[in-house]
């Protein structure tokens, strides 16, 4: 399968920080990519969806000012959390997809390592 | 009504038998089905995809459509305990031709050595 660098693995911040997320295809372009959050033995939950070149699609109830989505490259999209909270404390996920001969019409994702966020 | 519902387990099964996760969808114009892994503290990592009705087989891990039932199945055969882990079952959504997947809740698969 295809490979997505995520970094940094984990963060540790001081409340009221920002912390900026960067998600990377390595052997192909990605048109899109997505970002996740996922609490503790619950299932993902899909932030924004971000198309390269343009605005990220926030899902219901995500804060566009809060989690801030570029993606400039087809190789990089970038998450930053702003003025972190203890609350924003979760496992952060990215995939990316599209790009990839039939991969765009197969929806097929392939996942980051994901970067857990820990705000004092 | 999740649109897309697994039942969370955990499921027991012993080293060699076969484990079988299920996985039902509510939007009918759903036409690619995903089946990813993800081990405890990790990211999600893919398994399988299934697009037609039927069977899809690769090595001991077999996929099963049935897109009138709205039903998705993953058998792993000959089960090891490094198949301990939770399947999250993953569909995609065609409303706003966006790409996106809805994935259950996952299947939390206990295998016993």
């Known amino acids: 399968g295809a490979v997505v660098s995520q970094h940094p693995s984990r963060v540790i911040c001081k409340s009221g920080t920002s912390v900026k997320i960067e998600c990377r295809s390595l052997?192909?372009?990605?048109?899109?990519m997505f970002w996740y959050r996922q609490f503790p033995k619950k299932s993902l939950m899909l932030m924004a969806t971000?198309?390269?070149?343009?605005?990220?699609?926030?899902e219901q109830g995500v804060e566009k000012d809060k989690f801030l989505i570029n993606h400039a490259s087809l190789t990089l999209s970038t998450l930053t959390v702003t003025s972190a909270h203890p609350e924003d404390s979760s496992f952060y996920i990215c995939?990316?997809?599209?790009?990839?001969?039939?991969?765009?019409?197969?929806?097929?994702?392939?996942f980051g390592a994901g970067t857990r966020l820990s705000v004092l | 009504q999740k649109e897309v519902e697994q039942n969370s387990g955990p499921l027991s099964v012993p080293e060699g038998a076969i484990a079988s996760l299920n996985c039902t969808y509510s939007?009918?114009?759903?036409?690619?089905f995903f089946w990813y892994r993800q081990y405890s503290g990790k990211s999600p990592e893919l398994i399988m995809s299934?697009?037609?009705?039927g069977d899809k087989e690769d090595g001991r891990f077999t996929a099963q459509l049935n897109k009138a039932s709205q039903y998705v199945s993953l058998l792993i055969r000959d089960s090891q305990p490094s198949d301990s882990a939770t399947y999250l079952c993953?569909?995609?959504?065609?409303?706003?031709?966006?790409?996106?997947?809805?994935f259950g809740s996952g299947t939390r698969l206990l295998v016993r050595p």
């Open positions: 995939s990316a997809g599209g790009g990839l001969a039939g991969f765009r019409a197969k929806n097929i994702q392939y």
């Open positions: 052997d192909f372009q990605a048109t899109t």
């Open positions: 971000s198309n390269e070149g343009s605005k990220a699609t926030y």
């Open positions: 939007d009918r114009g759903s036409q690619s």
């Open positions: 299934i697009y037609s009705n």
């Open positions: 993953a569909v995609n959504m065609i409303a706003d031709s966006s790409y996106k997947l809805i």
